[in-house]
């Protein structure tokens, strides 16, 4: 038996865990991470993370065969460039170089979300579709695209960012840098500013001031959930213009790509997945072209915490992408 270990880095946490050539999880281990953004700091702590997933999975590291890495970042994957991750504060720094001085393996990096639904495509709930999207509603919006079978990256490592899709034009500013961005209407970056401008400038009342007073700085999605159920005005139309966005962002993509399953998954969507879900299929069918979407499979990311570090793991163990492997 091979085994494989896949590791998602985040900008605040490294989770590391270790499969077998079945794809079957045999441990994991999460550390916290306080914006570290020097390279040299991070890689020592992703090979305590690592080491640390290895003892709880009882598997030796010589019986490593090869390891993923997961970044929030887009990457050059066949240098093993990271391009460009502001929540790491890095930029064009070849991470794998850095990292293949701590631990000495077969390495592959790739960018988070591609990983993420590679996972899914993979090993969970897209595991019947050959041609797939992955939509991941958090704090901001990740995409990735799997074209039969093999993601999709662009000439320049970043295709797949439907987060900065434009929207609206003239619509609010994105953390990118431009503006009406996907991620600026229906993120939660987006729906938190919307509900700011309803408080502060229409002198709309919201209950998330009682339910999360700091929501202002930081709200989790369990909060926006408690506020929708109690039917609160202001959270109850940014959810609803939120879903009704991402909804025609689908319809977008249908239009322009075809996929035969679209993926939402994300914090925003596994706590508000029966409040998303509906609306976003309705306006991904009424706004695609000729009933496009008619037969597009709307569905649930399965692999929760997982889904990245095992699609970085799965994808290193295929024999198909050894070529990639530094
Ligand atoms: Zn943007």
């Not at 865990?17 to 281990?29: A, C, F, M, Q």
């Not at 998330?208 to 609160?232: F, N």
């Amino acid at each position: 038996m091979k085994y494989y270990s896949g590791i998602d880095l985040g900008g605040t946490k490294i989770y590391a865990i270790v499969i077998d050539e079945t794809g079957k999880v045999l441990g994991r281990y999460k550390i916290k991470t306080e914006g570290e953004n020097d390279a040299d700091k991070l890689a020592v702590k992703i090979a305590d993370c690592y080491l640390e997933s290895l003892k709880l999975s009882g598997i030796a590291e010589k019986d490593i065969t090869a390891l993923g890495l997961a970044v929030p970042s887009s990457v050059n994957v066949d240098l093993g460039i990271l391009k460009y991750a502001p929540n790491l504060g890095m930029k064009n720094v070849e991470f794998l170089k850095i990292l293949k001085r701590k631990i000495n393996k077969p390495m592959f990096m790739d960018n988070d979300v591609n990983m993420g639904i590679f996972g899914e495509y993979s090993l969970g709930s897209a595991r019947k579709y050959k041609h797939v999207y992955g939509l991941f509603v958090g704090t901001g919006i990740g995409g990735g695209y799997i074209l039969d079978g093999k993601v999709i990256r662009g000439v320049s490592y970043t295709a797949g960012e439907i987060g900065h899709m434009i929207v609206k034009i003239g619509g609010p500013m994105c953390n990118c840098g431009k503006s009406g961005c996907l991620e600026a209407i229906a993120g939660k970056v987006g729906i938190i500013n919307y509900i700011k401008k309803q408080v502060e400038k229409k002198g709309k009342k919201t209950a998330l001031s009682d339910i999360s007073p700091d929501w202002r700085k930081t709200v989790g999605s369990s909060a926006l959930r408690k506020c929708y159920e109690m039917e609160d005005e202001v959270v109850v139309k940014a959810i609803n213009k939120a879903a009704k966005t991402i909804g025609i962002a689908c319809a977008n993509l249908v239009d322009v790509v075809g996929v035969e399953a679209i993926v939402l998954g994300g914090g925003l969507i596994e706590e508000m997945g029966e409040v998303f879900t509906p609306m976003v299929e309705e306006n991904m069918k009424s706004y695609s072209i000729a009933d496009g979407a008619n037969g597009v499979a709307l569905i649930k990311a399965e692999l929760g915490d997982d889904a990245v570090a095992l699609g970085a793991a799965w994808f290193t163990s295929l024999e198909e992408n050894k070529n990639y492997l530094k």
